[in-house]
């Protein structure tokens, strides 16, 4: 069973940049495709960015285009999400999530393995 955890979150003011990473163990993740989500309390966990096994495709949730960019390290067993230019909007706690096939979807269902999540804020 592959465990994951997530590490980089904190606080930023607008405009800046976080890194956020995903170390995964107890399994290889490079035949499936990743995905980061983001969840305010009381709202439901959505969407923000996926990618293929070799890293060569990208899904992102629309409003995120062109700031933030995931990425992945098979040989260090490892995704990553670069958030630029961040916006109070995406304050929330962000989770790294394994597929359980190789294409990058955008339901909470299609993946059966999550991190505990980090908290990112973004102050005005």
């Known amino acids: 069973q592959v465990q994951l955890v997530e590490s980089g979150g904190g606080l930023v003011q607008a405009g800046g940049s976080l890194r956020l990473s995903c170390a995964a163990s107890?399994?290889?993740?490079?035949?499936?495709?990743m995905a980061w989500f983001r969840q305010v309390p009381g709202t439901a966990r959505e969407f923000v960015a996926g990618?293929?096994?070799?890293?060569?495709?990208?899904l992102y949730k629309d409003s995120v285009k062109g700031r933030i960019t995931i990425s992945r390290d098979n040989t260090k067993n490892t995704v990553y999400l670069q958030m630029n230019t961040l916006e109070p909007e995406d304050t929330a706690v962000y989770y790294c999530?394994?597929?359980?096939?190789?294409?990058?979807?955008?339901?909470?269902?299609?993946?059966?393995?999550w991190g505990q999540g980090t908290q990112v804020t973004v102050s005005s």
């Open positions: 999530a394994k597929a359980y096939s190789t294409a990058p979807r955008r339901g909470i269902d299609d993946y059966d393995a």
């Open positions: 107890g399994g290889t993740i490079r035949w499936h495709a």
């Open positions: 990618i293929t096994p070799g890293g060569s495709s990208t």
